[in-house]
């Protein structure tokens, strides 16, 4: 099988993840609930990925970085843990359902007021809009690092700048950047940041976590046990545990963290341009068959590896249906949970196929899959 489906989670893995977590599974106790030798070592394991983690994202320092499952948890607890009624928040016409529903539901209920910068039918914004929404009540711009759908990415430090001259919080989802492009939350003045470890960070599903500025204070979501100061009746106010209660997926934390490492040593900026090479070369390929429609700014290549299109009229699921059954190529169709970058593009309807490459993906497979929509476009 060619794997073109890299935004939806990484299917190959650097062989050092696969050996971690075998090794953790074998050998690993409770991290932070006792002093014998396995759960030191399942401990030091989960430091050492809070280091890599802090180091590949520029975050002030481990204890500010908190695991969750994936990024739709990092998400849920910072939103709802970071305001209050009454306040005002901005964000995207690019974001996932993981930012827009927990959004959605504060708003619902009456806890805050939402304002929306629109997307034009390329996915991209007016970065004078964030400026344009701010109200006195407005506590913080929450976006996304780079659409899933069009792999359109945002200028953070223009829109941290935006947030910072404001002193609003600045709330990014990271999910399609983390490890393929690089972050730097100082520079770009980000409040709290979240990421998923299944994709670009190259670890095991249920893995995940926020990033977190010294200073931005987050109510926690859940609360219970610690392995800490167990007489309290009060779960530990110090992070990372502030926002950690039970026992830590600690056997994906380290495939988490040798994926992180094995990223760290092979540079992210040297990931992203190989990645970006794949799917320029794939963009140059479909671009202009005729009945092929591509999404999103390719005016440059300062975006993720993802191609999303559409052939004539054809239903993308029926496209990608195709692809996996006759070529053998996995690819993602339908609404990628991002309805309103859907509407802003006019596929609501058709939905798109989304190809998204990653370092493990090779020239090779790009020309197959060239081939494979030059053939599909034919019967349309
Ligand atoms: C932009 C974006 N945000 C959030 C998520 C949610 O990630 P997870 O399912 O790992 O929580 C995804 C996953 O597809 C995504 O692409």
Known sequence: MIYLDNAATTLKKPHCVAEAVMKALCTMGNSS????????????????????????????????????QNATEALNIALNGLFSKGDHVITTDLEHNSVLRPLYRLEDTGEITLSVVPADKRGCVDYGDFERL?????????CTHASNLTGNVLDLERIGGIARAHGLLFVVDAS???GVY??????MGVSVLCFTGHKGLLGPQGTGGLCIARGVDIRPFKV???????YSRTHPAELPTRLEAGTLNGHGIAGLGAGVAFLLEQGVEAVHELEIGLARRFYEGVKDIPGVTVYGDFSHWNRTAVVALNIGAYDSGEVSDVLAEEYKIATRPGAHCAPRMHRALGTTEQGAVRFSFSLFNTPEEVEIAIHAVKELAKCD
């Open 33 to 68: 609930r006792g002093t014998h030798d396995s759960a030191l070592q399942s401990a030091r394991s989960v430091f050492s990925a809070r280091m890599a983690l802090a180091e590949l994202f520029r975050a002030p320092g481990p204890e500010q970085v908190v695991f969750t």
């Open 134 to 142: 701010i109200r006195p009540e407005t506590r913080a711009i929450v």
């Open 182 to 187: 690089p972050i730097d939350m100082e520079r």
């Open 176 to 178: 399609q950047t983390a």
């Open 224 to 230: 219970g046990g610690s392995g800490v100061q167990s």
